[in-house]
């Protein structure tokens, strides 16, 4: 079984940890251009949820595949709603992206933010204790914000960047220090 595949199957019963309201509707549901999408799930607003997985680091692509993806599936939602509506699905509110991937470089953090803010989730798979999977949310809190540079304790001159004279060594260049 392909690593994606069976990362998918070990990480399927994690996804209510994303949302306590959040519902299984589809998996490996072909979407835009034939691409793979995840898991389409559900909140009990009626929202869809469109999931795509990354076994390795999230990548700019990803942000992008997912964008795509859930214009795809938002122009279906009116039809899916007539052949299934039981389901409930909604509409008239937009899908949610979920991307979940074993890390999120700042870059793509940054850039889910501002692409949408609210409707974006980013999730973190890890391995646990007895060979389980876990998924952690990183938008909640300080976990999707960007990297804030942190002020260097040992120059009250620092620069914007958080380094220091001393750090960039130019305090040894310009400024030599006398015994």
Request: include cysteine.
């Amino acid at each position: 079984m392909p690593e994606r595949d069976l990362l998918r199957e070990r990480l399927r019963l994690g996804l209510t940890q994303l949302g306590p309201t959040l519902r299984l509707v589809a998996e490996s549901l072909c979407g835009e251009e034939d691409e793979l999408i995840d898991w389409l799930a559900m909140e009990a607003d009626g929202r869809a949820v469109v999931a795509l997985l990354a076994p390795g680091p999230a990548s700019a692509a990803l942000l992008a595949d997912g964008l795509a993806q859930r214009a795809w599936v938002a122009a279906r939602l009116d039809d899916w709603r007539k052949l299934a509506p039981s389901l409930e699905l909604s509409p008239r509110l937009r899908p949610r992206l979920l991307l979940v991937a074993a890390d999120f470089p700042r870059r793509v953090r940054v850039a889910a933010r501002e692409a949408d803010a609210s409707g974006i989730w980013l999730a973190r798979h890890r391995e646990a204790d007895g060979g389980t999977s876990v998924l952690e949310r990183l938008d909640r809190g300080r976990a999707c914000e960007p990297d804030a540079p942190s002020a260097s304790p040992r120059s009250a001159r620092g620069f914007r960047s958080g380094l220091s004279d001393e750090d960039l060594g130019a305090l040894g260049e310009l400024h030599p220090r006398s015994a």
